[in-house]
């Protein structure tokens, strides 16, 4: 398999993981403290990187840059309260 069909397969699952994890939050399906939803949008974020590098994409690979700095704040804030409990 090719080096591009490979970053573009990335690509489509973080895609998928992304909005998945959106229109669940939207819909009322999955709350945004979840794991499911944080660890969706890290993992989805740092796939759509390497593919928006791959690319050139750069502006896009800054959006998912801070999306998943936003993941990662998430998931540390969650931690605080879950020791605060």
């Known amino acids: 398999m ?3 069909i490979i970053i573009d397969v990335l690509g489509w699952i973080g895609s998928v993981l992304v909005v998945a ?3 669940l939050n939207i ?3 999955l709350h945004p403290n979840s794991n499911f939803y944080l ?3 890290l993992i989805g974020s740092v796939c759509l990187i ?4 791959f690319h050139d994409a ?3 690979a800054v959006v998912n840059i801070v999306w ?3 993941a990662i704040w998430g998931m540390v804030r969650r931690g ?3 020791n605060a409990s």
Do not use: D, F, H, M
């Not at 390497?50 to 590098?53: E, I, K, R, S, Y």
């Open 80 to 82: 605080k309260e879950s």
């Open 50 to 53: 390497v593919n928006t590098l």
């Open 27 to 29: 819909s009322g399906r």
């Open 58 to 60: 750069i502006p896009s």
């Open 68 to 70: 998943v700095g936003i």
């Open 2 to 4: 090719s080096q591009r």
């Open 39 to 41: 660890w969706a949008n």
């Open 21 to 23: 994890a959106y229109a």
